[in-house]
């Protein structure tokens, strides 16, 4: 069975920087695309950015110009670089893959980032 499962999370201060894994149990390509999200405490989890059927990228704008999704294949994993962070950006952040042949969706456990001053 394919599991995701995401590392990086912690403490870092307003303007600060992470840079969040994803490594996938098997092989990365299982998966046609993926993303990441977030749920801050009280409320629903949200698209932080998505790989697109077309290929590309969609980013919520509140994250646009500050964090990157890249991908090492080789390593199979996924990245989330979290520049510039800010308070709101405080949640805990889920990897998450649908597969390419099924269209199925996995989750991983998620890992927190915390944002204080």
């Known amino acids: 069975q394919v599991q995701l499962v995401e590392s990086g999370g912690g403490l870092v201060q307003p303007g600060g920087s992470l840079r969040l894994s994803c490594t996938v149990s098997?092989?990365?390509?299982?998966?046609?695309?993926m993303g990441w999200y977030r749920q801050a405490p009280g409320k629903q989890r949200e698209l932080v950015v998505a790989?697109?059927?077309?290929?590309?990228?969609n980013y919520a704008d509140s994250v646009k110009g500050r964090f990157t999704i890249s991908r090492d294949n080789a390593k199979n994993t996924l990245y989330l670089q979290m520049n510039s962070l800010k308070p709101e950006d405080e949640a805990d952040y889920y990897c998450?893959?649908?597969?390419?042949?099924?269209?199925?969706?996995?989750w991983g456990q998620g890992t927190q980032v915390t944002v204080y001053s």
């Open positions: 998450r893959g649908v597969t390419a042949v099924s269209n199925d969706g996995y």
């Open positions: 098997g092989s990365i390509f299982s998966f046609g695309r």
């Open positions: 790989e697109t059927n077309g290929g590309r990228t």
